[in-house]
C-alpha cells in the first residue's frame, strides 16, 4: 500500500495543494492528521510513490515514504544533521587551513572521495595544533541544529536508545550528546603528544561500514528487527545505514544521499523526524 507522510513548515495551505495534487495522481485516499496544520499520513490502496513524489516538486515539504511506526533504536550522524557545522572545518580555521580542509570534506561527503584516506589528509593538516584549540572550536563553533534536542529527548522519552554514531572526533560526540539528549556515541579518535595534535587519527577508523555496524549491533543488543530502527545523515558515509534502516532519513543531504533515501528533511527541523513516525506534538519534549 503506498503511504506518504507529509510535513510542512509554513502551514496548512501547502498540505491542502499536496493532497489536492495527491488525490489528482492516486484518485480515492485515506488521510489522517499527525498534526493539524503540520503533518498528514496520506495512504491509497495502489500508485507509484515516487512518481507522487515528483508531482509535489516546488512545494516547501519534508516526505517519508514509509508509513508512520515509532522507532526503537536512533542512530544519528553528528556534523551537518544533529549540529550546524563540520567540526573538522572549523577545527582546521584554528590552525589557518579550513579552505584546504573543507575541499576535502565537501568532495568526501559528496562521495566522491574515499572517507578514510580523505579524513587522514585533512587530519595530517592539524599537525600541531594546541588542544586547547579543541575545547575553544566546541565553544565558538558547534550549536545544535533546530529541533535536535526535541528530536533526540522526545526518542528517548518514548523508550527509543539513541545513539550519535559519527566519522568525526570523540572530543565533540561527547559533549554533543550529553547536550542533546543521546545515551551513547561513538567516534574517532584525534591522538596527541599530551600538548598539541600529532595530526594522526586512531585505528580503526570509523567509517561508512563502522556506521552500519552500530546500527546493527545496537539493533541485535536490544533485541530489534532493523524495521525498528531509524538512521539520520547527510553524507555519503551515512547511505548505508540509512538504507539499512526501518526509516533512513537524509537531512538537507548531498544529492547522493537524497536520492537514496526513503525520508527527506529539505525544509524544516528535526522534529520532522518525529512526525515521520506519527508522534504528534503533544508527545514532544518540551526544551
Not at 45 to 68: C, H, N
Request: aromatic share 4%; glycine share 8%.
Amino acid at each position: 500500500m503506498p503511504s506518504l507522510i507529509l510535513v510542512s513548515p509554513t502551514g496548512e495551505k501547502v498540505l491542502e495543494e499536496a493532497l489536492a495534487r495527491i488525490e489528482a495522481l492516486w484518485g480515492e485516499v485515506s488521510i489522517k492528521t499527525i498534526e493539524a496544520g503540520e503533518a498528514l499520513h496520506i495512504s491509497a490502496t495502489e500508485g507509484d510513490v515516487e512518481e507522487a513524489i515528483s508531482w509535489l516538486d516546488g512545494l516547501p515539504l519534508d516526505v517519508s515514504a514509509r508509513a508512520p511506526k515509532r522507532m526503537g533504536l536512533l542512530v544519528a550522524d553528528m556534523d551537518s544533521t544533529i549540529i550546524g557545522c563540520e567540526c573538522l572545518d572549523e577545527l582546521a580555521d584554528f590552525a589557518n587551513k579550513k579552505a584546504e580542509v573543507s575541499a576535502i570534506t565537501e568532495r568526501a561527503m559528496a562521495g566522491e572521495l574515499n572517507f578514510e584516506g580523505a579524513l587522514t589528509e585533512r587530519v595530517a593538516m592539524l599537525t600541531g595544533l594546541e588542544l586547547a584549540a579543541l575545547q575553544a572550536c566546541y565553544d565558538a563553533r558547534v550549536a545544535l541544529n533546530p529541533g535536535a534536542e526535541v528530536f533526540v529527548r522526545t526518542m528517548a522519552s518514548l523508550g527509543a536508545h539513541c545513539a550519535l554514531v559519527s566519522g568525526g572526533f570523540s572530543f565533540f560526540t561527547s559533549r554533543v550528546a550529553e547536550r542533546a539528549g543521546f545515551h551513547t556515541n561513538r567516534a574517532n579518535q584525534l591522538l596527541d603528544d599530551g600538548a598539541r595534535l600529532t595530526g594522526k587519527v586512531g585505528l580503526p577508523i570509523l567509517g561508512k561500514e563502522a556506521k552500519l555496524a552500530a546500527l546493527k549491533e545496537d539493533a541485535a543488543r536490544l533485541n530489534l528487527d532493523l524495521t525498528e530502527t531509524l538512521a539520520i545523515g547527510d553524507g555519503a558515509n551515512d547511505l548505508m545505514m540509512i538504507e539499512a534502516a526501518g526509516l533512513g532519513i537524509a537531512y538537507r543531504a548531498k544529492p547522493i544521499v537524497a536520492a537514496q533515501a526513503p525520508a527527506r528533511i529539505e525544509h524544516g527541523t528535526l522534529e520532522s523526524a518525529l512526525f515521520f513516525q506519527g508522534i504528534p506534538r503533544n508527545a514532544f519534549v518540551a526544551v
